[in-house]
């Protein structure tokens, strides 16, 4: 079974420092991990998704995300923060079975202050 | 391009009544799916479809029915509705079954049932 756990439910930052958003995965088969971002009351776009193609993703808006298989994990960075960032942030894994159901994390609300 | 489409984007039930959400794609997608989003849960799937004609169980299906008697449309449906349905209502499509396929996201629905 695949499950995905955000490790934090809110990061705050201030404008301009990097960001960290932390995301572990379980699943039975080789993965498929995406990160999604969602704006107060927008829907969700798709910031970047791992394909096994290269560990080091890059996605919109400057993020990039790094797999590690061996520790499970798929953490989403930026290096310098912008108030446009502010947003809730969900790390998602492909469910093998059910076409390409997407099986999400609770989410991290990311804060940015100036 | 509209992507997906989902009417209406707010709506006020009261316990007992019922109504349908309509999802509509134009992207000639297979796949389609209705999550709902309720706070510190991230998104959970209520039913999905792989195809016209056909329909599945998510991870919360009780208390929800769903149509896909054209491809481009998803119907999602609740016959009476409970104050336990007051969500975030997101359609979603994507175009196969493979595991590096993203799903497109409608702006959402917000349903509130008093």
């Known amino acids: 079974a695949q499950s995905v756990t955000q490790l934090d439910s809110h990061v705050s930052v201030s404008e301009g420092t990097p960001v960290l958003l932390r995301c572990n995965y379980s699943s039975s088969y080789s993965p498929s991990l995406f990160w999604y971002v969602q704006h107060p009351n927008k829907g969700l776009q798709l910031l970047l998704k791992?394909?096994?193609?290269?560990?080091l993703v890059k996605g919109i808006n400057g993020f990039e995300a790094e797999f590690k298989k061996s520790e499970t994990s798929f953490h989403l960075t930026k290096p310098s923060a912008h108030m446009s960032d502010a947003a809730e942030y969900f790390c998602?894994?492909?469910?093998?079975?059910?076409?390409?159901?997407?099986?999400f994390g609770k989410g991290t609300t990311l804060s940015v202050s100036s | 391009n509209a992507g997906v489409t989902q009417t209406p984007k707010f709506r006020v039930l009261k316990t007992g009544q019922s109504m349908t959400l309509l999802c509509a794609q134009d992207m000639n997608h297979e796949y389609m799916y209705w999550y709902r989003q309720d706070p510190g849960m991230g998104l959970r799937l209520i039913h999905y479809?792989?195809?016209?004609?056909?329909?599945a169980k998510g991870e919360v299906p009780d208390g929800y029915n769903v149509s896909r008697l054209k491809k481009q449309n998803f119907l999602l449906g609740l016959e009476s509705a409970a104050p336990s349905q007051t969500s975030v209502y997101f359609c979603?499509?994507?175009?196969?079954?493979?595991?590096?396929?993203?799903?497109?996201f409608g702006q959402g629905t917000r349903l509130t049932v008093v």
């Open positions: 479809s792989v195809g016209e004609g056909t329909t």
């Open positions: 979603a499509s994507s175009r196969s079954q493979g595991l590096n396929t993203e799903a497109f």
């Open positions: 791992y394909t096994s193609a290269a560990t």
């Open positions: 998602v894994v492909s469910r093998y079975q059910a076409g390409t159901a997407l099986i």
